[in-house]
């Protein structure tokens, strides 16, 4: 899967830009007032915005971390996993909105997409991770 030239991040880890592209996607269309109602905002909206935020902020952490030893990479392996998780939540409480909210499917298969993606990106990285630093498991 190629990322456009347009919007590749100079040096930067494609888990990283599929998450946040995800999670831009979910700050627009929650901050969408014709897609989640006002008497929302403070509900289920701020936990998906802050959920996305954190899934992006885990990804740049874990990036951040080159095991040296069995504890760094275990600490970078829950990163993955905790962004992994965060992907997965957001796109939980998407499904449950759309009967809640009568949210438009089509909004949200394409969120969905975009969170999917993100997901398995960071997956793949973390399965790569696991090949690269079998010494440390």
């Given at each position: 899967?190629?990322?456009y030239k347009t919007q590749r991040k100079e040096g930067?880890?494609?888990?990283?830009?599929?998450a946040r592209d995800?999670?831009?996607?979910?700050?627009?269309?929650?901050?969408?007032?014709?897609?989640?109602?006002?008497?929302?905002?403070?509900?289920?909206?701020k936990k998906l915005q802050d959920k996305a935020v954190e899934m992006v902020m885990l990804t740049v952490e874990a990036n951040e971390i080159f095991p040296r030893n069995r504890l760094e990479y275990e600490a970078r392996h829950a990163k993955q996993i905790q962004a992994m998780a965060a992907a997965r939540a957001i796109m939980s409480v998407a499904d449950m909105c759309i009967e809640?909210?009568?949210?438009?499917?089509?909004r949200v298969e394409y969120w969905t997409k975009q969170l999917v993606v993100?997901?398995?990106?960071?997956?793949?990285?973390?399965?790569?991770?696991?090949e690269r630093f079998k010494q440390y498991q």
């Amino acid at each position: 899967m190629a990322v456009y030239k347009t919007q590749r991040k100079e040096g930067e880890l494609l888990a990283i830009t599929k998450a946040r592209d995800a999670a831009e996607y979910t700050l627009k269309i929650t901050h969408n007032e014709k897609v989640f109602p006002k008497k929302a905002r403070y509900t289920i909206v701020k936990k998906l915005q802050d959920k996305a935020v954190e899934m992006v902020m885990l990804t740049v952490e874990a990036n951040e971390i080159f095991p040296r030893n069995r504890l760094e990479y275990e600490a970078r392996h829950a990163k993955q996993i905790q962004a992994m998780a965060a992907a997965r939540a957001i796109m939980s409480v998407a499904d449950m909105c759309i009967e809640l909210y009568g949210i438009a499917p089509s909004r949200v298969e394409y969120w969905t997409k975009q969170l999917v993606v993100a997901r398995n990106t960071i997956s793949g990285w973390c399965k790569k991770d696991s090949e690269r630093f079998k010494q440390y498991q």
